[in-house]
């Protein structure tokens, strides 16, 4: 009776021991101080998956970069901000890990938020030198570390929102513009029909634009990169001066009619 007590009190312990070098193999990485060691168990939410290293360099320091950048707009020898890098953490179940930057007068400079517990950053948000109003949110969706979209806010309401669809934070393919939170523009580079001259612009070529309570008035196309808008669609099918008070009209440019907006189903 002993011996098979204590047979299987060995086994045990060799399990046992087994699980934990695992464990401590899945788990080898270093740990900021001000993270809880609880959580880098094996029993990590199945969403967590490995970030590759080009991700993680790419996210790293986006704070200090910007914040640098601000500063530099209203003073060009401005240093770089010292900040402060505080860890928040998280729960089992839904693990969103938070991380704050703090200046040295303890003002807030950067929020960041790890929405699916991988450690790759997914949001970013920029506070002004108080750090009370957010002037800028950038968002990873596709975790590569590269931003997709990116919101500028002006006294704390959003002005510009910029979509990057081809992984070059360098350029920005879609750009949307607010007045007191209401669209007014929306820009896109859209490839130009068969037998365009250029089929590709190096700026925005494609124009929606809305009235002041947000509704789509105009259409305006340049198709040959020129700056000069070429296909128009607008309520009257013709040439509205008011409406393209800071476009140039092609002298050939053609005028369609908008179509009717269904309002069938409208709610
Ligand atoms: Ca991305
Ligand atoms: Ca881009
Ligand atoms: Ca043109």
Not at 131 to 158: L, P, W
Request: some cysteine.
């Amino acid at each position: 009776m002993f011996k098979v007590k204590h047979t299987l009190f060995i086994a045990l312990a060799l399990a046992a021991a087994f699980a934990l070098g695992s464990c401590k193999n899945k788990s080898k990485k270093t740990v900021d101080k001000t993270t809880p060691t609880k959580e880098v168990k094996c029993d990590c939410p199945k969403v967590k998956v490995c970030t590759t290293k080009e991700a993680l360099a790419r996210k790293k320091e986006r704070c200090l970069k910007w914040q640098t950048e601000e500063a530099r707009r209203q003073n060009p020898k401005a240093a770089a901000p010292s900040l402060n890098r505080v860890e928040l953490y998280i729960t089992k179940v839904n693990p969103i890990g938070v991380v704050k930057h703090y200046r040295s007068d303890n003002s807030l400079a950067c929020r960041e938020v790890d929405l699916n517990g991988d450690g790759l950053m997914d949001l970013f948000y920029f506070y002004d030198a108080s750090g009370r109003i957010k002037k800028e949110v950038q968002q990873d969706s596709d975790r590569d570390g590269i931003i997709d979209i990116k919101r500028i806010f002006q006294n704390g309401v959003i002005f510009k929102e910029l979509h990057n669809t081809d992984g070059d934070e360098s350029t920005w393919e879609i750009e949307k513009t607010f007045n007191n939170g209401i669209i007014t523009q929306i820009a896109l580079r859209i490839i130009n029909p068969p037998g365009s001259t250029r089929r590709v612009c190096e700026g925005f070529n494609y124009f929606e634009n809305f009235d002041s309570k947000g509704r789509l008035i105009s259409i305006s196309w340049d198709v040959d990169c020129d700056g000069d808008m070429d296909r128009v669609r607008n309520k009257e099918g013709k040439f509205e001066s008011d409406v393209y008070k800071n476009m140039r009209m092609d002298p050939k440019a053609t005028y369609r009619k908008l179509k009717e907006e269904d309002t069938s189903i409208a709610p």
